[in-house]
Each structure stands twice: as structure tokens, then as C-alpha cells.
């Protein structure tokens, strides 16, 4: 079973930072794109950005800029470094494995998600 192991969420005040970790076996870290979702209270879920094997990153309008996504091949670990937060961002905010075809990043494993509260 993939087992994807998340962390470093908090409670932030506006306009700080945040980093969240996502830790993968190596072979599924290897062979998969890496994404970032949120579900925010009393909305759907949605991308806030995903990376390829290769290192192309792509952002969800709401977060680029001040979001980035990275992965660390040594450490088996994708990362999301969260900037100038604000209260929108609040969110459980889910690790995924995926594949990208025609540009669209399918997620296909999920992590436990990890609570990001960002206060006014």
C-alpha cells in the first residue's frame, strides 16, 4: 500500500509562511508526479499545484506567486512553501501521486492531509 506521510501544517497569522512536506517511497517517488490539493470547510477540493518527474511545476491561479512546489529526489520528498498566506488559504491540504497527460495533472494516491489555518 502507498503510504504518503505529510506534515508541517499549522495555525499561521496572515501574510506568513508556511512549508509542507510529503514523503513517498522511492520507487513511487521516482516514477510519479507529485500534486497539491486543499479542501477548504464547506468547499471542494481543489489543485493548488502539481510537478512533473522532471521538475515543471504548474500553479492554480489563486496561489501562484506565493506558492512553490518542489520535489527532493534524495529525500524522496515533495515539498509546498506556502508565502504570504491569507485566511483563504485555510484548508486541509492533501498530498498526492499522479500522472500527467495532455497537461492535466490526475491524481491517483492520497495522503492523510495535513490542517493549514491561516488567522486574519
Known amino acids: 500500500q502507498v503510504q504518503l506521510v505529510e506534515s508541517g501544517g499549522d495555525l499561521v497569522q496572515a501574510g506568513g509562511s508556511l512549508r509542507l512536506s510529503c514523503t513517498a517511497s522511492a520507487t513511487i517517488f521516482s516514477r510519479n508526479a507529485m500534486g497539491w490539493y486543499r479542501q477548504a470547510p464547506g468547499k471542494q477540493r481543489e489543485r493548488v499545484a502539481h510537478?512533473?518527474?522532471?521538475?515543471?511545476?504548474n500553479y492554480s491561479d489563486s496561489v501562484k506567486g506565493r506558492f512553490t512546489i518542489s520535489r527532493d529526489t534524495a529525500k524522496n520528498t515533495a515539498y509546498l512553501q506556502m508565502n504570504s498566506l491569507r485566511p483563504e488559504d485555510t484548508g486541509v491540504y492533501y498530498c498526492t501521486t499522479g500522472y500527467i497527460r495532455l497537461n492535466y495533472y490526475n491524481p491517483q494516491r492520497w495522503g492523510q492531509g495535513t490542517q493549514v489555518t491561516v488567522s486574519s
Open positions: 510537478i512533473s518527474i522532471g521538475g515543471d511545476t
